[in-house]
């Protein structure tokens, strides 16, 4: 009997009981030994190394739009079957299929992922786990329909450092913490003194020319649910992520990284409100650099926090506490406390007091959190063999992917949004509303 099998007559069996918790589903009894049999949605990239970390299992099938770029995990795992539609990849092997792993472009990742969940299929999906904030919200809960395994890849999340910074915070280090500021140079990537752009943004027009599809690429699949266009090179495989059909900008790419410790550790939730300023706005693309602010409301006994996202080069007032020859980082976070301030870089950076002469003798606080034993994607496979629920499981990481992309809704409007964060609605411009639930184009479906 398959994995999924099992989980299906587990579900049914828990059902039947009148069991009603998330976790009373959870598998038991299956050996750590056995190996899942998993899919692969998006190859090349950041996919390539996911289904790398995986390959302790049984890799059996591998899709990609473009079999060119797809060709290196093709090679590396010849006895998977290939496909170009995973919509075909599942009608054909559903069956043989335990877990799949979906590492295409943000626009596609909820088609794919839901699809995977509605047949049964433990998943781990690329961050942003969405494209919109209700995609986002739809795949929590059908993850919890479904009663799948599931895992959002912003691997930062199973660092050792990243459960430091929790747990400093938590036990109070630095007192409350009512102001955090997150930032990111991209879309920018370089040294201090020369900087280019990593992915292009700030276009008003999309390019010229017309040009002819490579013969790898199924064009109209890597388009999916996006409205259609004519292929460009300045599209693919990587420059997607600053056009708006398609990516979700510098916030989208990189705020599940560097917002995922102060949203854990804050236990923030939804905030109340977001405004926006950055540089030109257009209907095509994300702008090349940007400023949202977020403010959480007081959360149980903990205060009002105010959450600073600066990205194109932006960056916080460097603190007074550090040193002119102190490093500070490209891309991290700042904690400013009532009794002093905390700084890590992105993906879990070690965090560190300020100054740093603090951390000379510093006690660190009691461990409370478990430590991840292995990769982010070995944390995601033990889940699916019943051993608890993977850290970045969609019960967390969807509602961290709504706070992210609420921002891209302040950055398009440039204004200040009151938000209704249970029933995922700004309440002060409707414009706003546009963006919250993408439409898809004919044929796709969520």
């Not at 300045?234 to 990516?247: A, H, Q």
């Not at 991290?332 to 406390?337: D, E, I, K, P, R």
């Not at 608890?388 to 950055?411: K, M, Q, R, W």
Request: glycine share 10%; aromatic share 10%; hydrophobic share 35%.
């Amino acid at each position: 009997m398959s994995i999924i099998n099992r989980r299906q007559f587990m579900n049914q069996a828990a059902t039947t009981a009148g069991l009603v918790s998330f976790g009373a589903t959870r598998l038991a009894g299956v050996s750590a030994n056995h190996k899942l049999n998993i899919a692969a949605i998006g190859v090349g990239g950041m996919g390539a190394g996911n289904i790398e970390k995986s390959s302790n299992e049984n890799i059996v099938a591998l899709c990609d739009v473009d079999f060119k770029r797809g060709a290196q995990t093709f090679n590396r795992h010849p006895k998977a079957r290939r496909f170009k539609d995973f919509r075909v990849m599942f009608d054909k092997m559903e069956k043989e299929i335990d877990a799949v792993i979906i590492a295409t472009p943000d626009h596609t990742h909820a088609v794919a992922t839901m699809e995977a969940m509605r047949r049964g299929k433990h998943v781990y999906t690329q961050k942003p786990l969405t494209h919109s904030i209700g995609e986002a919200r739809q795949l929590t809960e059908a993850a919890r329909r479904y009663g799948v395994e599931t895992q959002m890849g912003n691997q930062g999340h199973s660092s050792n450092g990243a459960r430091q910074t929790v747990e400093w915070i938590q036990a109070g280090v630095i007192g409350e913490v009512r102001e955090v500021h997150c930032w990111s140079d991209r879309p920018l990537r370089g040294t201090r003194f020369e900087k280019k752009l990593y992915w292009p943004q700030g276009m008003a027009k999309r390019p010229l020319g017309q040009q002819s599809i490579p013969d790898t690429l199924n064009w109209d699949l890597w388009l999916g649910p996006a409205p259609y266009r004519d292929y460009h090179a300045d599209y693919v495989p990587f420059n997607w992520r600053g056009w708006w059909d398609f990516g979700t900008g510098a916030l989208g790419d990189m705020g599940c990284h560097i917002i995922d410790h102060p949203y854990w550790a804050l236990k923030l939730g939804y905030p109340e409100s977001v405004e926006a300023s950055s540089t030109h706005v257009h209907a095509e693309t994300a702008p090349l650099a940007s400023l949202v602010t977020y403010q959480f409301p007081a959360r149980e006994e903990l205060p009002p926090v105010r959450l600073i996202w600066y990205d194109g080069g932006i960056k916080p007032p460097r603190p007074e506490e550090l040193e002119p020859e102190d490093d500070w980082p490209v891309d991290g976070v700042l904690y400013v406390g009532e009794r002093g301030k905390i700084m890590h870089k992105s993906h879990g950076g070690k965090p560190t007091l300020l100054p740093l002469s603090r951390m000379d003798g510093f006690q660190r606080p009691d461990e409370t959190l478990p430590r991840v034993k292995g990769s982010h994607e070995q944390n995601w496979i033990d889940a699916c063999k019943g051993m608890g629920a993977a850290c970045s499981h969609f019960d967390y990481s969807g509602p961290l992917t709504e706070v992210v992309l609420l921002g891209n809704l302040a950055i398009r409007t440039e204004g200040h949004l009151l938000w209704d964060g249970p029933n995922m609605r700004v309440t002060n411009n409707e414009v706003a509303n546009q963006w919250v639930q993408r439409a898809y184009r004919t044929g796709w479906k969520l």
